[in-house]
């Protein structure tokens, strides 16, 4: 039969996952293999080196830097005091004396008679790394991380912005084509992780961060809506760090698009559930997409992995068009013919015959498809 | 067959980011050739997790397109024997997301600007140049350290004998970040130092126990002069001994190579500097990728590279649309579209990069961010190719410490001899006179420029193979790599349209006889094709300049191309019709002298 790779997005009813729980550097695992942890569990800790600040005494006193070590109150490794003198000339009989203060605590690095520097380094800045997801920890890295396994619903989104979040799945719309409108989001929504259908608009999306929604799921989000959210153009799709009170998810693209029936009556069957959502979205070699984690540690496993969408694509798949013209049209395959075909553009490309949602058959480039569910 | 220890048969593969490429060469009638090409995805990252995979299957598909035996097993045949195996393999690599370095120097528009020249030239991406002067404070430049997490740190600074201070301090701020590199955390991050020989000691005692520190002649040893040639070659070597090692499959892919894998834009540029140096000519490269554009030139015997890391077609196409801004793209555009629609189709390309234009619509689009990317990355590099070399007999010390910022670039498009093109938007368009126009608009030639664009973009397998075997490198690059558009003829000045511009006398290899006088603002094309060429006697208007001066005639002999020669008669500096109505006529008029798209 005639098949074809295409990029798929994953959604899977049911499935076992692995998340791995990282320190950016070295430190501490707190918890132990076999731990059942929740999304907020701190699971790992370090200190980062605190910050470290120069201050060129030499200059300050206006003396060669050799002569450093002769005014210095503190020598390495000593803590030091916010405010509180580091260096004292001797002046004139006592008199005139010039003093330099810390600009901060911590301790004193090192000292230069090159250069006439001090360094000072300010305290450790503890970092704590948390579960992300209810599950179970089945790895321990030492001093590094964990490795926590769950089991339950999973669905990537196509972009995201914002970074991890938890929250109970509340669905907004009656529909996978409806649009998330401001009037639909009230006080109740707070915490959750708001499903929509379509679209959110801007002033949809400014209502659920003055709520305090965790999270919004829905199709599409127009491009200048997410400059005013932003503050900037995005440029390059790496997202996840932004400090936004709401994480969003985009399940389809820009421009409102119905999200696929398959996502979307997933989510409404996991509604009063508890979810983990993450943002990020990082498209160059290493490919991240926004996600949606849905614990159910007692339901059954399905035989295979679950997932779904992710590799051949044959006649009598689904898909979306994923460019112009019919972009956003969902369809069925009816063919794969495997000779390169001249599109109106002049480019030779493999290509698919799609019978079209509205009934109409059409031949579209390979590229420009990707596969769905339902 | 290996003869006499000749090299007949020689293989050279690519891993790029998603794509291995590999290229058969073969000796052929006493002259290098190409035979096929072929390709596999690139295999870095799980479930694969070994490179040599992509690179056995790209092979293999050059095995089984040209019949030739190259593999036994998982094994190179090698030398060659008989009909079977390779006398030379070699690679490289930009997997990964290729050599990323952070570089230092003491003043950011002398030890820095020349530390960052050093990096760019041996392929890496410079995430940040750290300068004494850069106007931020040492906790920001450690922080800045720490957050990026390069693969490594050239540190420069201060000319041999001078004073020692800044440049020691720049180490002091290394020393303070304690980097750690982006890959791994089992190993010290390489740091070179190319500063002052009089600092190396105290560098030493910051740096040795922190980092994997060497030490090379200085970058900058005088005011007036760069020494860039040891800091590119140690970037190749720590490349491969640190980063290349971390990468999975590179130890193997390593044992197979006869000669060190080199980063794929290093190898571009190093084909480039050879052509240029063997012609004598003046050359501009541009290789526009997904995420990445990267700008080659070779001015006054200078070469200079620049990677706009964030102009790209696809993973970086909303950023061309934030940098150049959604009216610069649109004025390329023959027709009118609201910008909502714009900005969320662009946006839909960025999060679906491996899409392609279906809709002729579509494929004008695309062209008209390629222009802005183009442009935007020649602006870039055209403000950093201030290179020393040219004027350094002349120069004082108070002009070299002012050459950076008055900034007299090398890139003189009037002494540009070619301008070559690679990448899909270029190397890929439906039509060459798409790539021809596209790359007139953006770098806007000046006089006489021969235009070309890279067939199936081989030049980084090319320019590996210059290191080893120019001879090979330089036949094939000629033969088989470019597709001559033509020669395009543009006089400077500007007028008002319908005015007098140039007047063309030739006679065509047909025997058309041509005796035209070209009014100001069109574009013209007359059949010349590959390998053909014509005397042609070119007189500018008043007011206008091929090069020899304002109303200058110029005699000279123009060399054909699949698109012909070319005549550009908008004026430089160019400036489309503001008048929205007249703008899309002009556009259509000059797209159909060139026949670039279908009716």
Known sequence: MAHAYTPGLRVSEMTVLRKERRLPIKGDVIVSKGDRVSSDTVVARTHLPGNVRLVNVASKFGLPPEDLPSVMTKKAGDPIEKEKPIAVTKGFFGFFKGTVNSPCDGTLESISTITGQVILREPPMPIEVDAYVDGEVVEVFENEGVAIEVKGSFIQGIFGVGGERAGEICVAVDGPDQKLEAALLDESMQGKVVIGGSHIDWDGFEKAMKIGVNGIVVGGFDDPDLKKLLGKDLGVAITGSENIATTLILTEGFGAMGMAGGTFSLLKSREGKKASINGATQIRAGVMRPEIVIPMPDAELPAGDGMSSSGGLEIGSSIRVIREPHFGSLGTVTGLPNDLQKMESESMVRVLKVKLADGSETVLPRANVEMIEG | ?????????????????????????????????????????????????????????????VEELSGHTILDGETFIHPSEGDRGVDLYLSTSSAGGGLQMMVAGVVKSMTAESAERAALGAGAIVMDVLASNDGRLPHEQIERIRHLRPDMILLSGGIDGGTVTHVVELGQVVAAADPKPRLGMGYNLPVIYAGNVNARGEVDDLLKEKTALSMVDNLRPVLERENL????????????????????????????????????????????????????????????????????????????????????????????????????????????????????????????????????????????????????????????????????????????????????????????????????????????QQAALMMIDAFLPEGITQLAVDSIFMMPQLGVLAAVHEKAATEVFEKDCLIYLGTLVAPVGTSQEGKPCLKIETTLPNGTVVNDDIPFGEMVVYPLGVDESVKAKLTPAKGFNLGEGAGKPLECTLTGGVVGLMVDTRGRPFELPTDEHKRVEKLEKWAKAFDAYPA
């Not at chain 2, 050739?33 to 790209?58: M, Y």
């Not at chain 2, 063997?278 to 490269?285: K, Q, T």
Request: glycine share 8%; proline share 5%; aromatic share 6%.
């Open chain 2, 229 to 432: 040639g040891p800091a590119r070659e140690e970037i190749h070597e720590l490349f491969m001994e640190h980063v290349m090692a971390q990468a999975p499959g590179y130890n193997k892919l390593m044992g197979w190579t006869d000669s060190p894998i080199m980063p794929t834009p290093g190898a571009v540029g190093s084909i480039m500097e050879t052509i240029a140096e063997r012609r004598g000519i003046e050359v501009v490269g541009v290789d526009i990728g997904g995420a990445t554009t990267d700008i080659f030139s070779v001015f006054q015997h200078t070469f200079n590279r620049t990677v706009s890391a964030n102009l790209g077609m696809s993973y970086s196409v909303s950023n061309v649309l934030a940098e150049a801004g959604i009216e610069n793209v649109m004025r390329w555009v023959p027709f009118k579209l609201p910008e909502l629609a714009v900005r969320n189709r662009i946006k839909n390309k960025m999060i679906r990069p491996t899409t392609v234009p279906q809709s002729l619509e579509d494929l004008k689009i695309e062209q008209a961010i390629a222009r802005e990317a183009l442009r935007l990355a020649f602006i870039q590099h055209k403000s950093f190719a201030v290179g020393l070399k040219g004027v350094q007999q002349e120069r004082t010390i108070s002009e070299a410490f002012s050459q950076s910022s008055s900034g007299e670039t090398l890139v003189n498009m009037m002494d540009l001899d070619i301008l070559v093109g690679s990448g899909g938007v270029l190397s890929h368009a439906p039509r060459r």
């Open chain 2, 1 to 61: 067959m290996s003869e006499n220890g000749k090299i007949r048969t020689i293989v050279a593969t690519d891993c790029g980011s998603t794509t291995t490429k590999a290229i058969l060469i073969k000796l052929i009638d006493g002259e290098y050739r190409l035979v096929v090409r072929g390709e596999a995805p690139t295999t870095v990252e799980a479930p694969f997790e070994d490179v040599t995979r992509g690179v056995l299957n790209a092979v293999r598909e």
